[in-house]
């Protein structure tokens, strides 16, 4: 079984190499601050107990009040995960220093949450629309792009009642 | 003497057999050398994502056959593990014992196509892949026998398996397990010191170890290059704990290595079939949900909903293109508030420019043809 690192001990961990680093800590992943994220990344990487050498999923989460980058590693030679994060609070311009310099693997998910979230990673090597074109306007996975009439569940109410309200901008 | 020539772009698809589907790859040539190599996507963005946070936790699996469409049963089930690390809930033993069935007839299933059309790419023009799919088309008849569809199965459920096999499936399936080892055996003699294999893709897109870790690629990809990580050993899900079987790991981690995997993990996967086809007890295929995740939505269409409690989860299993993960953010609605798939093609794509740069047009569509990407994965 993949032995799965609480974000309580992973912070602490990490606290203990560099203190003032975690923000804040939930048992499913630690906080690290933004300006902290690079070299914490390369500890987790290379530290001999930890040896995340694999990334296994970048992504991007909209909370409404801020922006999250959440990082979910795997350490292949140890057989162990855990998860961290990085908060990106200014909603209108949202920046996350890029961890493509400790694993290369993140090139093309920081891409996609570029192009679907708006998020900026900074030190990216080419960061580019990925899926949508260039010149597109929005970033769609932001809650606040096009929600659909009724709230958040619209296909549910407009089932078999079927409301009468005219459906909005998106047919 | 030397010869001075100027860089030309050469667009590789998007409409293009060997992109295998709507994928484009922009190549910056040098005379014939690659100098750059830029992939340009999206052409079948749905996004799914975006559509899931308005949907129940239960009418999302469908979106799940519909990424990787030659793998759907993994798809589906790497999605309801996820759901199901959220809410609690363990699915009984013979739900366990039918999706660790399903994974890995659809492992033969996606593995037929890739190592068929992986040939097709050499220039072993169609006829290798016209006897992949004849075995395939046997997997995908016991899939209709078992859902009534073929390819988009939307089979699993949150908490077990939709509904039981028929009496007819489990002989059928043991004959079929009978017969896949002579046709793999057809197989390896028809393609294996095929020099037209052979020679395209010996040495080509090596990656080392090292690299391929860095770069995050998983499934047949990283183990041809010698790491032997397989979540099913690593993480069991399912029953694959109770089955016995080796990790295919290759030596070189070049094209050639990606195929021989492929083949090898095809014989494991019949070696797990022949065991889960015995052991595989009877029961309920289905849990019965905590009361507490299923409660009544206030609109009138769908009376039960599944409800998980705040939190999130990443679920992962390992797809016949590799590590396949959910990542689910529940805020206690019905519906989740952040859907997210870790695409294995996807992922497995960030190398690309690396294993081409250097080498020749030819060599760029083997090695794409390695990666074996499903464009539906990809884009979602």
New interface residues.
Partial sequence: ??KAIAGLDIAHRIEQKFPGAVEEAIP??ATMKADRLAEVCAFLRDDPDLKF?????L?A??RLEYFEV?Y?LTS?RL?Q?T?IKVKASDRENPRVPSVTGV???????ER?AYD?MGIVFVGHPDLRR????DGFDGW??RKD?LV?PGG??????R???ESQEPLGGRG | MTVQTEPFVVNLGPQHPSTHGVFRLRLTLDGERIIDADMV??YL?R?M??LA????YT?NIPFTDRTDYLAAMTGNLAYVIAVEQLCGIEPPDRAQWLRTIMCELQRIASHCMAVGIFANDCGAWQTPVMHMLRDREKVLDLFEMACGARLTLNYMRIGGVSRDVPPEFMPTARKLIKDLPKKLDEYEDLLLENEIIVERSRGIGVLTPEQA?????SGPMLRASG?A?DIRK???YAAYDKVDFDIAVGVHGDVYDRFVVRLAEMRESVKILEQALELIPEGPVHAQLPTATVQP?D????PLAIRPPV??A?G?IESPRG?L?F?L?SDG???P??F?I?SPS??N???LKLMSVGGTVADAIVILGSVDIIVGEV??
């Fill in positions: 079984m993949t499913e992943a050498e694999f990334l296994s999923s992504t989460v909209d959440v979910h292949i057989n995960m998860a694993w290369v693997g993140a090139n093309l998910q996609e679907l990925m899926f949508l074109w769609p996975l792009y659909g958040r569940f619209p296909g549910l109410e089932f078999p009642g | 996507m999206g963005h996004s994502e975006k946070e308005e949907r129940t009418q870790m860095a770069h995050s690629v790491v990580w690593a993480d069991p939505i609109q009138p269409v769908a939190g999130e990443y992962r590590e993960g990542y953010i609605s019905p519906a508030f952040r997210h870790r996807y992922i794509l960030t190398p884009d979602r």
